[in-house]
Structures are given as structure tokens and as C-alpha cells.
């Protein structure tokens, strides 16, 4: 029985990796000291690794951006706008054209050259973000990087016999887009092409004396049709020619196998990977379909979050899993790459934001490295005293979990156990809602002009935000400080014009955090960053209990803002989806659950905003849709707990209050229906780069509500004319009655300077103006 790893965070314990890219980003150091600290780093983690006891120590996991980009630049999939610079740096001397690489992450602006970035976009339901391959019809692969053979070679020369990584080529083409106009073009026609450098890559390794190559294939945990399948099938029919020596382990992570069990079942490899964390009702039908040859991984220790695992649980399955087709043929390993938690608990030392108790029932990557091994020697009965009393101590933590003060609460328990149907509803329907408000609150009946919340968070603001927290500004110094700035800010909103106002989110580090540190229930981590694209990462805050509001959390920046003004000031809070989806939830109980206790909190929060007199309140959802399961039949499920989450939050006004809410993305179509079921009076969202392309979805399904399409984009600092954003409203009037319409960017200011967002918003509100002379 083998303990393997899939992947280990690549970002270092102090974010090296980011330091070091970005320095050479920022030309403070060479390529030669690039590559020479990012090979420190690997040794440094496969020595951890090794050292932890893990069997097959993966290499070629780690990246100087991302694994789906180095497998393009493997495979040679350069898009054309890249070739000339490719060819610049390809003078035979470099095995890998970093510039060229970086250059297809984040594009290239210089005095020769201009060329845009590749696309990005999430890595199935995680947070990570990759570069979307690019694929046209004609396209020839080549191998092009040596990286998968010189981190081999890197590894063993410090004594480590590693387990090369690869994105399967099923998977990575699925993972691209097709970038030909050509209808009858499909990237999967690539296939065949592909596959000779993939058996080209495999038989080099086998050269190399490598025994275990993993080979991914995360879509075989999604819906595939019968183009797919039949790509599977193929795919390693081909790849099982001549290979003799070399074994593949396939991988699977995310979500189970499902309908593809027998497909995946019947490939031709030496080993399959099954993530049991996700899906461990799994297990039976796989063991029912593996032929006997066939080595089984099972992913019993969870890559995505942060609970320490329950040892005793997990050894069960093994137990089953080696009755059934033999010890030998077992081997355990986390669910997934470890790339999606944070490397190291021992770092958090600081009990204000991770109180000891709650520290004891986390495990970070390196703790999971720890918890595999001692899994795999409770399973061979293996246990020295010292380890034997480590696994009591484990699972007395997690038995404490269990039954904790500080996870259950049973006002919250009583309160979730008397939801009802009744508490889904505002008092009236939207069109009567609408009559109230608009006698209500002060607001122009057509095209009405707001922001999505956050104004520029200024060097200046963040630098009071850090000297409060180290203590160099008092409470009343900072908040005196935000307070001037809010006060501020509305002024410039009423010289600007705007019509419904907000108070700029000054007060807040962020979207999430900002909630998560006033709401009971959750904590933090000092450095628990995971990767979320390139060199940015995040550090989610984590839900161990359950949630509630013990104080008001905005009530007094909005009320304050209010103060400062005769015109409305919109409330500002984020939803309990996001706030969920974008945190480390709870493992003991389910998604729906958690996403409820928060929508309780938020609707306290909500109600208290409208007894102090704030009449238009915005929940944000910018994470609504990202929750989406993998597989479309359950969907539906998800979509009604989401639904049902956003009404609890928000349905507590009455219906002269305006709710609000903003989701930053443009794909609609499939789930514009639940959008509608939220009911929110407004929504605002991105359409500035589509333009105004997903109003379709809105109108096709006679959306009722009223919707703030943005105008603007505020990705770029480009101030943008009144006559764009003229044009840009006037096709919204095309297809939608300018009543149901608002003026407002695509998303918050927060990451632009002034110089920008001040004439951006004179342009856009003229444009209104103009808008509301012509209709
Ligand atoms: N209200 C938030 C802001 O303006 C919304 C951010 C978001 O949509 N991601 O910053
Ligand atoms: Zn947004």
C-alpha cells in the first residue's frame, strides 16, 4: 500500500513564489535567479514531502504561473500572436521561454509590443484560476518545455524518486477554447495530433526510468457527451501502445465518477485515482468495475479544506477497498491536489484571529501529509506507542469538534429549525413594490444613476487600516479618518450628480473578511494563503460554527453616511452565498445549512439598516453563479438553496425598501430563471465588454425587475465618453423599456485612482441625463 501526493501548494510558507516572480516581473532580479530559487523551492518541498513519509512525492506540480499554461507551452500550444516573441527568446540557449510564458499570462505592453493576455477563468468549483488554452482548427503540437523531464531529473538528484504529473490530453483540451470562427471546428478533432507528443513525452519518461506518471483527467467527474466518451476511449488505446515500463496512474478529483464509472473503468492505465471526499458513495461501483490489474488510489483526505480528517472513518474504507482487490493494489492519497489549502498551520500563532481550540481541528498541507502517513500505518496495524497516541489524540479532537460550545449554538439551532415558508416572501409583488418606492425614495424615474459600492481604496486608506492594526492609529484616530472620507466622498457624489449614494466601503479590507470578522463563527488565519491565479492568492477566512450577528456590522458607516446627505444612501452588505462560497465551510453539515445561518445574520444586518432609516439596501452575489455544481443534475438543488439563502437575507423589509444586488460576471442564460425567483427589486452587472449582449437573457425571459447593466468598465483605468455610454444605454432601450432600467459601472471602484473614477462618473452621469431628454 502506497501513500501518494497530488500536488503540493506551490506558493511556499511565506509566499516565496510570489516575491520571487514578481521580482523578476519587476526586473529587481534575473531569469538565472528566477529559475535557480524556484528549484530551492521544489527541493525544499520534496524534501518535506519525502520526509513526511509519502510514497510517490509528485514533481512537475509545481509552476512559475500555472499548470494548465505550462502544459500549453509543453505541448507547444502558442497562440500566433506570440510566436515573434517566442522566437525572440528562443535562441537555443533556454529549455523554457519564461517570457514568452509570462507574456500568455498576463500579456505584453512595451515599446515593440502589444499583445493581450490569454484568457482566465476558474478550475472547476475551486477558486483557482487558470489560462484558458487556445486551439484552432490545423493545429500541430509539438514538444516544446522540458520542464516534466528536468524536475525529474531536479528531484532524484536530491534523492527523491518522483511521480511526474500531466494534465491529460482529454482534459486539456476540453479545458481550452476553440478560437476558430468555423462552425463545424471542435477542439477534441486535435485529439489525434496531440496524442503523438503526449506518447512521445510518455516514452522519454520511461527512458528516464520513471515508474508512475499521473495523468489527469478531471473531466471524467463532469457530464460528457458522446464525443468525449469516445475521445476517452481512444485517447488511451493510443497512449497504452508501446508502453511498457511505465505506469499510468489516471486521476479524478472534484466529484465522483457517476456515469463515466465504467468508461473510466475500462481505459487503459495502470491505476485510477477517485476522490472519496467528494463523492464517497463512489467506492462500491468502482470496485465493482476494476478489472483485477488495476491499482485503486482512494482520495481520503480532503485537498480543498481544512478539517483534519477522521482517521478512524477513512481506515475503514481501506480496509474495505484492500478486502476487496488486495492490499498491494491500494494505495491513499488526498482527495485532490493539495494546491487548494494552505501549506502550513504551525505558522498560525496568533490566538486572536485562530484561538487554539479551533486550531486543533484544522490541518493545513502539511498536516494532511502527516495524516496520510499515520493513516497508512493504522491500516497496516503499523502503530508505533508514540504514533498509536497520536492517532488518539487526533481523534479526540475531532470527536471534541463534534460536540463543542463553540461550533453549536442553539439560538441559532432553534431559529434554523423554525424557518418557514413565510420568511421567503416580501409582502407584495414586484410591480407594487415599485410604486411604493418610487414615492418613497428620491430617485429620477428613468435611468436613475448609482455606483456598485466601493470607491478607490487609496495607498492612503490602506496605510490607516495597517496602522490601526499594529496600533498606531486608536480606534477613534481610524474611524475618525474613515469617517472624513466617507464624508468626503459624498460630497463628490452630489457634484457628480449621482442619484442613489453609498458611503465608498472605506471601513473594509475586503468583501468577505470584512463580514466574517463581526459575525460569529468564523476565524482567521495570519497566513494561510492559497493560490488563486498567477502570483495572487487569497487567505479565506474559515466558518467552524455556527453563524450569527452578535452586533450591527454597517449600521454605523451608513447611517453615518446618510447623515451627510439629503439624498438616498444605498446600504451596502455581501450575500451568504458569497460569503460562504468563498470562505472554508464547515465539513459536519451541508453547504445549504451554512449559507442558511449566514442568510440570518446578513437579515438582521438588513433589518437594522432599514429601522436606521437606510431606504435601498445591496446584497452582493458576485459568487452566486460560481457555486454552480459540476454536474447539471444537481443544479437544481443547489440553485434552491441559493435562491432561498438571498430571500432569507433580504425579503425582512418592507416594500418601500429597495433591495439590491450585484453580480460581476455576464453569463445568465442558464440560470436566469433563479435569478428571477431572487426577487431583488435591482440588479447591477457587468455588460460593458458584451455590450449589453446578456440583456438578451433578461429579455427573453421578460425579466420584470429592474436592471442596472454597467456601462462602464472599470478593469481599465480608461475613462470612458458619454457618447459610448449613450450608445451603450440606447441598445439596452432597444430591447428593454427604459423604466426598468439603471446607469451604473460594471463593478466596484475599489482598485482605481481617483483621476479615473471622477470624470468616469461625470461622463456616466450626463449619459443619463442625455438618455432621460431622449426617451
Ligand atoms: N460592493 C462591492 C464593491 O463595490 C462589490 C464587489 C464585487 O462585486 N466583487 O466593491
Ligand atoms: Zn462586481
Same mark, same amino acid.
Given at each position: 500500500?502506497?501513500?501518494?501526493?497530488?500536488?503540493?501548494?506551490?506558493?511556499?510558507?511565506?509566499?516565496?513564489?510570489?516575491?520571487?516572480?514578481?521580482?523578476?516581473?519587476?526586473?529587481?532580479?534575473?531569469?538565472?535567479?528566477?529559475?535557480?530559487?524556484?528549484?530551492?523551492?521544489?527541493?525544499?518541498?520534496?524534501?518535506?514531502?519525502?520526509?513526511?513519509?509519502?510514497?510517490?512525492?509528485?514533481?512537475?506540480?509545481?509552476?512559475?504561473?500555472?499548470?494548465?499554461?505550462?502544459?500549453?507551452?509543453?505541448?507547444?500550444?502558442?497562440?500566433?500572436?506570440?510566436?515573434?516573441?517566442?522566437?525572440?527568446?528562443?535562441?537555443?540557449?533556454?529549455?523554457?521561454?519564461?517570457? @514568452?510564458?509570462?507574456?500568455?499570462?498576463?500579456?505584453?505592453?512595451?515599446? !515593440?509590443?502589444?499583445?493581450?493576455?490569454?484568457?482566465?477563468?476558474?478550475?472547476?468549483?475551486?477558486?483557482?484560476?487558470?489560462?484558458?488554452?487556445?486551439?484552432?482548427?490545423?493545429?500541430?503540437?509539438?514538444?516544446?518545455?522540458?520542464?516534466?523531464?528536468?524536475?525529474?531529473?531536479?528531484?532524484?538528484?536530491?534523492?527523491?524518486?518522483?511521480?511526474?504529473?500531466?494534465?491529460?490530453?482529454?482534459?486539456?483540451?476540453?479545458?481550452?477554447?476553440?478560437?476558430?470562427?468555423?462552425?463545424?471546428?471542435?477542439?477534441?478533432?486535435?485529439?489525434?495530433?496531440?496524442?503523438?507528443?503526449?506518447?512521445?513525452?510518455?516514452?522519454?519518461?520511461?527512458?528516464?526510468?520513471?515508474?508512475?506518471?499521473?495523468?489527469?483527467?478531471?473531466?471524467?467527474?463532469?457530464?460528457?457527451?458522446?464525443?468525449?466518451?469516445?475521445?476517452?476511449?481512444?485517447?488511451?488505446?493510443?497512449?497504452?501502445?508501446?508502453?511498457?515500463?511505465?505506469?499510468?496512474?489516471?486521476? @479524478?478529483?472534484?466529484?465522483?465518477?457517476?456515469?463515466?464509472?465504467?468508461?473510466?473503468?475500462?481505459?487503459?492505465?495502470?491505476?485510477?485515482?477517485?476522490?472519496?471526499?467528494?463523492?464517497?458513495?463512489?467506492?462500491?461501483?468502482?470496485?465493482?468495475?476494476?478489472?483485477?490489474?488495476?491499482?485503486?488510489?482512494?482520495?481520503?483526505?480532503?485537498?480543498?479544506?481544512?478539517?483534519?480528517?477522521?482517521?478512524?472513518?477513512?481506515?475503514?474504507?481501506?480496509?474495505?477497498?484492500?478486502?476487496?482487490?488486495?492490499?498491494?493494489?491500494?494505495?491513499?492519497?488526498?482527495?485532490?491536489?493539495?494546491?487548494?489549502?494552505?501549506?502550513?498551520?504551525?505558522?498560525?500563532?496568533?490566538? @486572536?484571529?485562530?484561538?487554539?481550540?479551533?486550531?486543533?481541528?484544522?490541518?493545513?498541507?502539511?498536516?494532511?501529509?502527516?495524516?496520510?502517513?499515520?493513516?497508512?500505518?493504522?491500516?497496516?496495524?503499523?502503530?508505533?506507542?508514540?504514533?498509536?497516541?497520536?492517532?488518539?489524540?487526533?481523534?479526540?479532537?475531532?470527536?471534541?469538534?463534534?460536540?463543542?460550545?463553540?461550533?453549536?449554538?442553539?439560538?441559532?439551532?432553534?431559529?434554523?429549525?423554525?424557518?418557514?415558508?413565510?420568511?421567503?416572501?416580501?409582502?407584495?409583488?414586484?410591480?407594487?413594490?415599485?410604486?411604493?418606492?418610487?414615492?418613497?425614495?428620491?430617485?429620477?424615474?428613468?435611468?436613475?444613476?448609482?455606483?456598485?459600492?466601493?470607491?478607490?481604496?487609496?495607498?492612503?486608506?490602506?496605510?490607516?487600516?495597517?496602522?490601526?492594526?499594529?496600533?498606531?492609529?486608536?480606534?477613534?484616530?481610524?474611524?475618525?479618518?474613515?469617517?472624513?472620507?466617507?464624508?468626503?466622498?459624498?460630497?463628490?457624489?452630489? !457634484?457628480?450628480?449621482?442619484?442613489?449614494?453609498?458611503?465608498?466601503?472605506?471601513?473594509?479590507?475586503?468583501?468577505?473578511?470584512?463580514?466574517?470578522?463581526?459575525?460569529?463563527?468564523?476565524?482567521?488565519?495570519?497566513?494561510?494563503?492559497?493560490?488563486?491565479?498567477?502570483?495572487?492568492?487569497?487567505?479565506?477566512?474559515?466558518?467552524?460554527?455556527?453563524?450569527?450577528?452578535?452586533?450591527?456590522?454597517?449600521?454605523?458607516?451608513?447611517?453615518?453616511?446618510?447623515?451627510?446627505?439629503?439624498?438616498?444612501?444605498?446600504?451596502?452588505?455581501?450575500?451568504?452565498?458569497?460569503?460562504?462560497?468563498?470562505?472554508?465551510?464547515?465539513?459536519?453539515?451541508?453547504?445549504?445549512?451554512?449559507?442558511?445561518?449566514?442568510?440570518?445574520?446578513?437579515?438582521?444586518?438588513?433589518?437594522?439598516?432599514?429601522?436606521?432609516?437606510?431606504?435601498?439596501?445591496?446584497?452582493?452575489?458576485?459568487?452566486?453563479?460560481?457555486?454552480?455544481?459540476?454536474?447539471?443534475?444537481?443544479?437544481?438543488?443547489?440553485?434552491?438553496?441559493?435562491?432561498?439563502?438571498?430571500?432569507?437575507?433580504?425579503?425582512?423589509?418592507?416594500?418601500?425598501?429597495?433591495?439590491?444586488?450585484?453580480?460581476?460576471?455576464?453569463?445568465?442564460?442558464?440560470?436566469?430563471?433563479?435569478?428571477?425567483?431572487?426577487?431583488?427589486?435591482?440588479?447591477?452587472?457587468?455588460?460593458?465588454?458584451?455590450?449589453?449582449?446578456?440583456?438578451?437573457?433578461?429579455?427573453?425571459?421578460?425579466?420584470?425587475?429592474?436592471?442596472?447593466?454597467?456601462?462602464?468598465?472599470?478593469?481599465?483605468?480608461?475613462?470612458?465618453?458619454?457618447?459610448?455610454?449613450?450608445?451603450?444605454?440606447?441598445?439596452?432601450?432597444?430591447?428593454?423599456?427604459?423604466?426598468?432600467?439603471?446607469?451604473?459601472?460594471?463593478?466596484?471602484?475599489?482598485?482605481?485612482?481617483?483621476? !479615473?473614477?471622477?470624470?468616469?462618473?461625470?461622463?456616466?452621469?450626463?449619459?443619463?441625463?442625455?438618455?432621460?431628454?431622449?426617451?
Amino acid at each position: 500500500m502506497l501513500t501518494h501526493n497530488l500536488g503540493y501548494p506551490r506558493i511556499g510558507i511565506q509566499r516565496d513564489l510570489k516575491k520571487l516572480v514578481e521580482s523578476y516581473w519587476k526586473d529587481e532580479i534575473d531569469k538565472s535567479e528566477l529559475v535557480a530559487s524556484s528549484e530551492a523551492l521544489r527541493v525544499m518541498h520534496w524534501t518535506k514531502q519525502k520526509e513526511a513519509g509519502i510514497n510517490l512525492v509528485p514533481s512537475n506540480d509545481f509552476s512559475l504561473y500555472d499548470q494548465v499554461l505550462d502544459t500549453a507551452m509543453l505541448v507547444g500550444a502558442i497562440p500566433d500572436r506570440y510566436q515573434e516573441l517566442f522566437q525572440e527568446e528562443n535562441d537555443g540557449t533556454h529549455s523554457y521561454p519564461i517570457d @514568452t510564458y509570462f507574456a500568455m499570462a498576463r500579456g505584453v505592453q512595451d515599446d !515593440e509590443h502589444d499583445i493581450p493576455a490569454m484568457e482566465m477563468t476558474k478550475w472547476f468549483n475551486t477558486n483557482y484560476h487558470y489560462i484558458v488554452p487556445e486551439f484552432s482548427a490545423g493545429q500541430t503540437f509539438e514538444c516544446l518545455s522540458s520542464k516534466v523531464f528536468d524536475e525529474y531529473e531536479e528531484a532524484k538528484s536530491v534523492g527523491v524518486i518522483t511521480k511526474p504529473t500531466l494534465i491529460g490530453p482529454v482534459s486539456f483540451l476540453l479545458l481550452g477554447k476553440e478560437k476558430d470562427e468555423s462552425e463545424e471546428f471542435h477542439r477534441l478533432d486535435l485529439l489525434d495530433e496531440l496524442l503523438s507528443v503526449y506518447q512521445e513525452i510518455l516514452s522519454e519518461l520511461e527512458q528516464m526510468g520513471v515508474e508512475w506518471v499521473q495523468i489527469e483527467e478531471p473531466f471524467l467527474c463532469l457530464d460528457l457527451d458522446e464525443k468525449a466518451q469516445v475521445a476517452y476511449q481512444r485517447a488511451y488505446e493510443k497512449l497504452a501502445e508501446d508502453r511498457e515500463g511505465l505506469e499510468l496512474l489516471l486521476t @479524478t478529483y472534484f466529484e465522483g465518477l457517476d456515469k463515466n464509472t465504467g468508461l473510466a473503468c475500462d481505459l487503459s492505465v495502470e491505476g485510477l485515482h477517485i476522490d472519496l471526499v467528494e463523492a464517497p458513495g463512489q467506492l462500491d461501483k468502482v470496485l465493482e468495475h476494476l478489472d483485477e490489474e488495476t491499482k485503486l488510489s482512494l482520495g481520503l483526505i480532503d485537498g480543498r479544506n481544512i478539517w483534519k480528517a477522521d482517521l478512524e472513518q477513512a481506515v475503514e474504507v481501506v480496509k474495505q477497498a484492500a478486502e476487496a482487490i488486495g492490499e498491494e493494489q491500494v494505495l491513499i492519497a488526498p482527495s485532490s491536489s493539495l494546491l487548494h489549502c494552505p501549506v502550513d498551520l504551525e505558522q498560525e500563532t496568533d490566538e @486572536t484571529a485562530l484561538p487554539t481550540d479551533i486550531k486543533r481541528w484544522m490541518a493545513f498541507a502539511n498536516q494532511k501529509l502527516e495524516e496520510l502517513s499515520l493513516l497508512k500505518k493504522l491500516a497496516k496495524d503499523d502503530l508505533t506507542a508514540k504514533e498509536r497516541q497520536q492517532v488518539e489524540e487526533h481523534q479526540a479532537d475531532i470527536s471534541d469538534k463534534g460536540e463543542s460550545t463553540l461550533v453549536h449554538h442553539p439560538e441559532v439551532q432553534q431559529r434554523m429549525d423554525n424557518l418557514d415558508e413565510d420568511i421567503l416572501h416580501r409582502d407584495n409583488p414586484y410591480l407594487e413594490r415599485k410604486k411604493i418606492q418610487q414615492e418613497h425614495i428620491d430617485l429620477p424615474e428613468l435611468f436613475p444613476t448609482t455606483t456598485i459600492g466601493s470607491f478607490p481604496q487609496t495607498k492612503k486608506v490602506r496605510q490607516w487600516r495597517a496602522d490601526y492594526r499594529k496600533g498606531e492609529l486608536s480606534k477613534e484616530e481610524y474611524e475618525q479618518k474613515l469617517k472624513e472620507a466617507t464624508a468626503d466622498l459624498i460630497e463628490k457624489q452630489e !457634484e457628480i450628480g449621482l442619484d442613489l449614494l453609498v458611503h465608498g466601503e472605506f471601513e473594509r479590507n475586503d468583501m468577505v473578511e470584512y463580514f466574517g470578522e463581526q459575525l460569529a463563527g468564523f476565524a482567521f488565519t495570519r497566513n494561510g494563503w492559497v493560490q488563486s491565479y498567477g502570483t495572487r492568492g487569497v487567505k479565506p477566512p474559515i466558518i467552524y460554527g455556527d453563524v450569527h450577528r452578535p452586533d450591527p456590522m454597517t449600521v454605523k458607516w451608513s447611517s453615518y453616511a446618510q447623515s451627510q446627505t439629503e439624498k438616498p444612501v444605498k446600504g451596502m452588505l455581501t450575500g451568504p452565498v458569497t460569503i460562504l462560497q468563498w470562505s472554508f465551510p464547515r465539513d459536519d453539515q451541508s453547504r445549504s445549512e451554512t449559507a442558511k445561518q449566514i442568510a440570518l445574520a446578513i437579515r438582521d444586518e438588513v433589518a437594522d439598516l432599514e429601522a436606521a432609516g437606510i431606504q435601498a439596501i445591496q446584497i452582493d452575489e458576485p459568487a452566486f453563479r460560481e457555486g454552480l455544481p459540476l454536474r447539471r443534475n444537481d443544479w437544481t438543488h443547489y440553485l434552491d438553496w441559493a435562491v432561498d439563502a438571498f430571500r432569507i437575507a433580504s425579503t425582512v423589509v418592507d416594500d418601500q425598501t429597495q433591495i439590491h444586488t450585484h453580480m460581476c460576471y455576464s453569463e445568465f442564460n442558464d440560470v436566469i430563471e433563479h435569478i428571477a425567483r431572487l426577487d431583488a427589486d435591482v440588479i447591477s452587472m457587468e455588460t460593458s465588454r458584451s455590450q449589453m449582449e446578456l440583456l438578451d437573457a433578461f429579455v427573453e425571459f421578460d425579466y420584470p425587475n429592474e436592471i442596472g447593466p454597467g456601462v462602464y468598465d472599470i478593469h481599465s483605468p480608461r475613462v470612458p465618453s458619454t457618447e459610448e455610454m449613450v450608445n451603450l444605454l440606447e441598445k439596452a432601450v432597444d430591447v428593454l423599456p427604459p423604466e426598468q432600467l439603471w446607469v451604473n459601472p460594471d463593478c466596484g471602484l475599489k482598485t482605481r485612482g481617483w483621476e !479615473e473614477t471622477l470624470p468616469s462618473l461625470e461622463n456616466m452621469v450626463k449619459a443619463a441625463r442625455q438618455m432621460r431628454e431622449r426617451v
